[in-house]
């Protein structure tokens, strides 16, 4: 990821993102040109997609793709591969969501660490987020985070699923055989 060097008020990012023929992401004043994906990466977005829109078709929720932005307080606007708000306060902006429950990244070379460090800081902002979902491209490896309240206060607690696993997204209660999610993925590098 490379940033547009500038300071950019979250109004500027709106109104070139509304104006831009290419994705861009937005933290605290930097612009940054989203990267080509592979087709192991659109693969395993699009199954997740389908496994969630199924389960979550008839609940009030909806789930949304790589096109609509996620943004916490004017901090950051993300665009995760997907995500799944089922907040009606939701309903009332087409291109940003400000309280999803569960957001999913597919992990490429070059925005792995972003996603795994800085990008799950913002997100964890969210009090809306009960899970954070990283999905390897290079082997079969799920990294669910989830956020836990109990009489201590609140923690984030990993669970990893790999080959062979059923990955439960307990967030919106699905558990699903870590090869359907890995479905026609090739691996390749």
Known sequence: MIAIPSGFSPEEYLSLEHDNTVRHEYQRGLVYAMAGGSDDHDELSLNLIELLREKVRDSGCSVRSGNVKVNYADEFFYYPDAFVTCDPRDRSD???????KLIAEVLSPS??????????????QLESLEEYVLISQDEMRVECRRRVKDGSGERWETVVYGAGD???????????????LYRGVSFRR
């Open 111 to 124: 925005t792995k660490k972003f996603d795994c460090t800085d990008k799950f800081e913002d997100y964890r």
């Open 166 to 180: 059923r990955v439960m997204l307990q967030s919106i209660e699905l558990e699903v055989a870590s090869a359907e």
């Open 94 to 100: 087409r291109y940003v969501k400000r309280y999803p």
